[in-house]
C-alpha cells in the first residue's frame, strides 16, 4: 500500500510564500502522473496542479501564474511553490495520483491571514 506524507504547510501572511513536498513510499514513482489537492473547510476537494510523468504541468486556473509544481523521481517527492498566497488559499493540501487514487495522506494545513 502506498504511503503518502505531506509537509510544509504553515501559517503566513497575504502575498507570502510556502513550498510544500509530498514523499511516496512505492517502488516506482516516475510512471506516475502526479497531483496537488486541496480541502478548504466546507468545500469539495479539488485539484489544483498536476505533473505527468514527463514532467508536464496543468494547473487550476485559481493558482495558475502563482503554485509550480515539480518533482524528484528519485526521492520519490512532488513539490509545490506557493507563491503571492491569497486568504482563499487557505485549505488543507493533499498529493496523489491524478486517476486511480491512492489513498490518502494526512494532508499539510496551509493558513494564509494577516
Known amino acids: 500500500q502506498v504511503q503518502l506524507v505531506e509537509s510544509g504547510g504553515g501559517l503566513v501572511q497575504p502575498g507570502g510564500s510556502l513550498r510544500l513536498s509530498c514523499a511516496a513510499s512505492?517502488?516506482?514513482?516516475?510512471?506516475?502522473?502526479m497531483g496537488w489537492y486541496r480541502q478548504a473547510p466546507g468545500k469539495q476537494r479539488e485539484l489544483v496542479a498536476r505533473?505527468?510523468?514527463?514532467?508536464?504541468?496543468n494547473y487550476a486556473d485559481s493558482v495558475k501564474g502563482r503554485f509550480t509544481i515539480s518533482r524528484d523521481n528519485v526521492k520519490k517527492t512532488v513539490y509545490l511553490q506557493m507563491n503571492s498566497l491569497k486568504p482563499e488559499d487557505t485549505a488543507v493540501y493533499y498529493c496523489?495520483?491524478?486517476?486511480?487514487?491512492?489513498?490518502w495522506g494526512q494532508g499539510t494545513q496551509v493558513t494564509v491571514s494577516s
Open positions: 512505492i517502488a516506482i514513482f516516475s510512471i506516475y502522473p
Open positions: 496523489n495520483r491524478d486517476v486511480s487514487l491512492w489513498s
Open positions: 505533473i505527468g510523468s514527463d514532467g508536464d504541468t
